[in-house]
């Protein structure tokens, strides 16, 4: 095994309840977990320590107003918190927990304990606003992550979404920012109905985000093409110190939400790809985190195929 991979799964993730035919279930992180525990090198992975972000450190990308009213509307046993974000009474501890993981893991990557790691978490994180939950997220566990990096002396971090939705919430984050390039790809027109080509940031920022819209039904081969044609030159030109992924698996072709044409090896090749770019710049440093993904084998078999990459 090529440098030390951390891993984070934590049973209070399961506690965070959507309801009755919610598509963000419980289940999606049990189908993923139970996969890898089947894998010969699931021992071989570092196990990461809980922590929860504190409310300092969520106020990196979220307002104190905004952070102290989930935590009351949870506290007091949960609802809607928007049209798609259903909370219950333990979903304000695992949103802490989420955005807590990537905090632990960028502490290890710094200290050199771990190269890489995967994150098993939800509630997931790239729709969440400054000020408000959006599309199943309450925290923006990867924005937040960025912004900690930034704190701890990086110059360039490079995030990649890659869940078939775009990653609306993490764009705004970092829209006027040259030190964050964002770069999504995600079919397009389809929900949040952000995303364009042209939105490529703005003020000293304009440039450091790269849209890369997939019309419905792109698969294996378009995805390719576009991380040869613009992906990983971006990245490439950008040199970042640090790699994240916002690893949604939702643009899996057998996905229920969605209609792009992904096969499960598209995600070990995306992943190989990516952590090239973070051994010529970054001395392989990668951090990946959960997002979307729906139909429950094709998640976690997709997942699994991530993960070994990472290896």
């Not at 807590?100 to 290890?108: E, I, K, T, V």
Request: aromatic share 10%; proline share 5%; with cysteine.
């Amino acid at each position: 095994m090529a440098g030390k991979i951390g891993f984070f799964y934590d049973e209070l993730f399961l506690q965070h309840d959507t309801g009755p035919g919610h598509p963000e279930t419980a289940r999606r992180l049990s189908a993923i977990h139970d996969r890898l525990q089947q894998q010969s090198y699931f021992g071989q992975l570092a196990m990461l320590a809980p922590r929860r972000a504190s409310v300092e450190e969520l106020s990196l990308c979220h307002e104190p107003d905004y952070i102290n009213a989930a935590r009351q509307f949870c506290t007091k046993g949960g609802g809607r918190l928007d049209a798609d974000t259903v909370v219950s009474g333990e979903s304000y501890r695992a949103a802490e927990l989420a955005a807590g993981a990537g905090l632990q893991a960028a502490d290890a990557m710094l200290s050199g304990t771990i190269d890489r790691a995967f994150l098993l978490l939800r509630p997931p994180g790239h729709h969440s606003l400054r000020s408000s939950s959006m599309g199943f997220c309450l925290f923006n566990n990867i924005a937040i992550t960025a912004r900690y990096l930034r704190e701890k002396g990086l110059q360039r971090v490079a995030i990649i979404d890659w869940d078939v939705h775009h990653g609306n919430g993490t764009e705004a984050e970092f829209y006027e920012d040259p030190s964050v390039l964002f770069i999504s790809t995600h079919q397009y027109p389809f929900y949040p109905g952000s995303g364009a080509a042209e939105d490529c940031g703005r003020g000293p920022g304009l440039g450091a985000t790269l849209n890369v819209p997939m019309a419905r039904g792109s698969g294996d081969a378009d995805f390719r093409q576009a991380f040869g044609e613009q992906i990983l030159p971006a990245l490439d030109n950008f040199a970042p110190e640090a790699l994240l992924i916002s690893a949604g698996f939702d643009a899996h072709e057998r996905d229920p939400l969605a209609a792009l044409e992904l096969k499960s090896s598209s995600y070990e090749w995306m992943t190989h790809r990516l952590r090239e770019i973070a051994e010529r710049h970054a001395r392989g440093r990668m951090l990946s985190f959960l997002e979307g993904g729906y139909d429950l084998p094709a998640l976690a078999e997709s997942a699994e195929a991530h993960c070994a990459a990472l290896l």
